[in-house]
């Protein structure tokens, strides 16, 4: 059943939340990754049944982080022995609040705190994390060899996407890493990228990972929606409706289906019900180009193009994003808010990026200009569809 998204209800005592797909565990280490306290200890061997569910929960897409008071070097010599530290993205091994040090983590992730799990034995330290970051699910170190049992670990699908997530965010660190290096303005990197965007009718093997974006995604969807596995199937088949799929590649790998657009077909008018992307291409300015490219179809089928927004309290970027590709608002001023796009004057697609969408380009559409599209910079809370923080890669 179609649900609006909303903020989760805080229920319960303070680090206790409803059951939710959890997407990063930040684990501390001494006494609760392994046994001891490694400074004093030495010699600190992993806890029974621990590299079993970091390895499960890796497969199910879930990430895993670190945050520990400790000497970093030791630390990371410790995971490198136990042949741990390739899971750990981002850790946070250091003498700082460990609330600091998972905030740290979610801002290097562009993921929001209710995304976030938090394992340490030491009620205290859960405390001061539950006190500080009341959104965030807190667990017991003894707790930990069962996670991969819990709800909230257990996403309803292992998609291709979600099994090589992690691989996918050590692109991102990549990415990253080089674009601190780079000289230069933020197009003259993305072009360097060698960036190509596909745009396709969903298929039926796209369903399980379009269901999880749906669920996973918050900030960057216009309305909150979530849709289930066979809703989604039955839009892909309707005659009235149309479901597609965004996929985006850089010289760096895959960032795998980033996109999903749902668009209800009338007669004279095509409403767009759902437009969201993932926190990944944050920044690669694609919420814009995918926009443009639904107001070039509408135009050359000579009908409208409207659009649905709904505000969930952390979605304003994409009510940013329409009004900066040419929509206007024709209702709705509380509440949920109808658009209508402006066909007149489409610009084509940025130089930094390829687009491939020839089932979608209508024979009379233009071709691209090869410009980059007026006032829609690929970064910064201007840019179409990716803010500068928030939620990432989903």
Known sequence: MTTQGTADPQEGTAGERPAKTVKCVVWDLDHTLWDGILLEDGEAPLRPGLREVIVELDRRGILHSVASRNDHDAATAALRRHGLLDYFLYPQINWNAKSSSIRSVAASLNLGLDA??????DAF?????????????????????????????SPRFVTEDSARRRAMYLAD??????????????????????????VLP??????????????????????????????????????????????????????GTIGLVLLAEDPGAWTVKLLLMSCRVMSRGVGGVIINLLRRRARAAGVRLLAEYLPNGRNRMML????????????????????????TDVPGDPQYLTVQAPSLQPPSAEPPSGEDSP????????????????????
Not at 116 to 121: G, R
Not at 125 to 135: C, K, T
Not at 320 to 343: H, M, N, P, S, V
């Open 202 to 255: 969903a298929q039926e093997e796209d369903l399980r990972r379009a269901e999880e974006l749906t669920v996973r995604t918050h900030q960057l969807n216009t309305t909150g929606y979530t849709y289930s596995y066979e809703e989604l199937d039955a839009f892909r088949r309707s005659d009235t409706h149309e479901l597609l799929v965004a996929r985006l590649e850089d010289r760096h790998g895959p960032y």
């Open 116 to 121: 976030f799990a938090f394992v340490d034995d």
């Open 173 to 198: 660190q990549e990415r990253t890493r080089v674009e601190q290096e780079f000289t230069g303005p933020q197009e003259a990197f993305l072009a360097t990228l060698g960036m190509t965007l596909t």
């Open 375 to 394: 006032g829609e910079p690929p970064s910064g809370e201007d840019s179409p569809g990716e803010p500068p923080s928030g939620e990432g890669p989903q």
């Open 320 to 343: 940013i994003t329409y009004k900066f590709t040419g929509f206007r608002q024709l209702t709705g001023d509380d509440g949920l808010a109808l658009f209508e796009a402006d066909l």
């Open 125 to 153: 330290e859960r405390g001061e994390v539950a006190f500080e970051l009341p959104e965030l699910l807190c667990v017991d170190a003894a707790d930990a060899a069962g996670l991969a049992d819990r709800p909230e670990f």
